[in-house]
């Protein structure tokens, strides 16, 4: 399934343009803001990198099973550094409904308190993902002054 023709789609039932939603809404930290579809790009390319695995593959809307765990990071990750709402994860990764990302957040706090090998995963991912936005806001910082 093309990932465009999907998002054009829901474009055009919900009258809802996820791009210009990506250009309103900004990650703001202290004076510096980062806009979510930057955030967005680094969270995919960092979870498939760690895992290796297609992108494409976390924000599809197939249900393999193969997939489904790191489908359940990218959308938890998500909560952790959008400020996207549950409608704009769940578009954004392969139109899902909110239900679908409160139950993958869950899935992620509930393997993380009962398995300290994923919790590792998941902080290294954290960490991966944390300096890539610090670096972006270091190199805004430069270019201002």
């Known amino acids: 399934m093309n990932i465009f023709k999907s998002l054009g789609k829901m474009e055009r039932i919900f009258n809802y343009n996820i791009n210009e939603y990506d250009e309103r809404n900004a990650v703001k930290i202290g004076r510096i803001s980062i806009k979510n579809k930057d955030v967005n790009r680094i969270l995919l390319t960092r979870i498939s990198e760690y895992f290796s695995i297609d992108p494409v593959m976390i924000i599809t809307r197939s249900r393999n099973a193969e997939y489904i765990n790191f489908k359940h990071v990218y959308r938890f990750m998500c909560c952790q550094f ?54 972006i806001i270091n190199q805004k910082q430069t270019s201002i002054c």
């Open 82 to 135: 959008t400020s996207y709402s549950l409608v704009a994860i769940g578009i954004k990764s392969g139109n899902f409904d909110h239900a679908t990302i409160l139950n993958s957040v869950k899935q992620v706090n509930n393997l993380c308190e009962t398995d300290k090998v994923y919790k590792q995963d998941i902080d290294s991912i954290f960490n991966l993902i944390e300096n890539d936005i610090k670096d």
